[in-house]
């Protein structure tokens, strides 16, 4: 029979465009947030992190943005490009060495 | 840098057979995490040690999983028996051990098809 599998919802943008991907994250303790790449066939790779003492962060063509009020976090890629085709995960720490996984969005790019 | 190594990269076996996953974290992290990653339930952490030391193993899903890591550079997954539901890929992942505002940076993963 069919198997059932995560859900992963879809972002699709066209090249040049900039790319938002959300994240609503669960525990209101949480106080360190990281934003991962997954391309196919790789493990996930470090895009940019946030500390819960900041709302904005800066990266080279990447922006993260934290509302620590609604529990939401984002992720910003400006000028998108193909090879940022992937599925993005966001992440949370509380006060742990432990990380909390998002389910994952993936990032659909054409031309 | 040469990263978080795993091995190997692929590996297929038969139900019932012991199957050993390595890791080698980036020298000098005091942390190490292993993860298995499914279509159903996505990324789970298995297991993590700190300063070698086994900390939370409540992710694993039973006995047949045992996990080591016998020094700061090396660590092994071991599943025995080996049934079909444990196909997945099965990532390490290494930090500083500073706490929780460390990164964890991820190997490339071991693919697992148990037939």
Redesign the interface.
């Known amino acids: 029979g069919e198997?059932?599998?995560?859900h992963l919802p879809t972002l699709s943008v066209q090249e040049g465009d900039n790319s938002i991907i959300n994240c609503a994250y669960s525990n209101s303790a949480s106080?360190?947030f990281?934003w991962?790449k997954q391309e196919s066939g790789?493990?996930?790779?470090?895009i940019i992190?946030i500390?819960s003492n900041m709302d904005k962060r800066q990266g080279q063509r990447v922006t993260v943005l934290l509302n620590k009020t609604v529990k939401h976090l984002s992720l910003q890629i400006a000028a998108t490009q193909p090879g940022d085709s992937a599925v993005y995960?966001c992440a949370e720490?509380?006060?742990?060495?432990?990380?909390i996984?998002g389910?994952?969005t993936r990032l659909q790019v054409f031309p | 840098d040469a990263g978080?190594i795993q091995s190997p990269r692929h590996e297929v076996t038969e139900m019932g057979q012991e199957v050993t996953l390595r890791c080698k974290p980036i020298s000098g992290h005091n942390?190490l995490f292993w993860y298995r990653q499914t279509?159903?339930?996505?990324?789970e952490?298995l297991i993590?040690f700190?300063n070698n030391v086994p900390?939370?193993d409540s992710g694993m899903p039973e006995d047949r999983f045992s996990a080591k890591m016998p020094n700061a550079s090396f660590s092994t997954l071991k599943i025995q028996p080996s049934e079909p539901r444990d196909s997945a890929v099965y990532?390490c992942?290494s930090?500083g051990?500073g706490?929780?505002?460390?990164?964890?940076?991820?190997?490339?993963?071991t693919r697992l098809t148990v037939l």
């Open positions: 198997s059932v599998g995560l106080d360190y990281i991962y790789k493990g996930p790779q470090f992190d500390r995960f720490n509380s006060h742990t060495d432990k990380l996984f389910t994952g | 978080v942390s279509m159903m339930r996505g990324l952490l993590y700190n900390i939370d990532f992942a930090d051990g706490g929780s505002t460390d990164t964890q940076y991820f190997g490339p993963g």
